[in-house]
């Protein structure tokens, strides 16, 4: 038997902005699981060494931002709907991807408050490159996506863990 070999390529920026924007308009992310996720993938690479290669990114921000929603917003998402956004991955395939993603990190979700507003911060600093915020904007559902109740929601709640992060760091300086 002859083996397919099946070629990955380096995705593009609007292949990644595409392959995310349908999982937070479909399944109502929030834009602080964003910063989660980013959060768990680079834990992932370090911890695990796993590397993100054009054949891995898509299951591996996938499962980052499953876990992220978990952990993360009050009304998570469940495993399904991450399957019927994207049918490629079965149920089955996401909750291996999730139980391995979790021993990989050794079970470790927790996120301190310096971490978070770390990168936070450092995400910000990129809103000034041209674009950029209109791009995120769209694809975290602030224009057109949710509801404008839905989204004064999440404004107030990334406001408020603003805040809190200033106020760990102020006092941990």
């Known amino acids: 038997m002859r083996k397919i ?23 109502q992310l929030s834009s602080e699981c964003s910063i989660v996720c980013l959060i768990y993938v680079e834990k992932l690479m370090e911890v695990a060494k796993v590397p993100l290669v054009a054949e891995t990114w898509r299951p591996i921000f996938m499962c980052g931002l499953l876990l992220a929603s978990k ?9 399904i709907e991450f399957a019927s956004v994207y049918p490629q991955f079965s149920l089955d395939a996401i909750n291996r991807l999730e139980l391995a993603f979790l021993k990989f990190i050794k079970w470790d ?8 507003a770390k990168y936070y911060f450092a995400l910000r600093s990129l809103l000034e490159k041209s674009g950029f915020r209109d791009r995120y904007n769209q694809m975290v559902g602030g224009i057109g ?9 999440v404004s107030k709640r990334s406001e408020a863990v603003k805040e809190e992060a200033l106020q760990q760091l102020s006092r941990s300086m």
């Open 145 to 153: 996506g949710i509801a404008a109740s839905e989204a004064l929601k």
């Open 71 to 79: 952990v993360w917003q009050d009304l998570s998402s469940w495993n």
């Open 5 to 27: 070999r099946v070629v990955h390529n380096t995705p593009t920026a609007d292949e990644i902005y595409e392959f995310a924007h349908q999982l937070f308009k479909k399944v």
């Open 109 to 116: 979700l927790y996120i301190s408050s310096s971490l978070y």
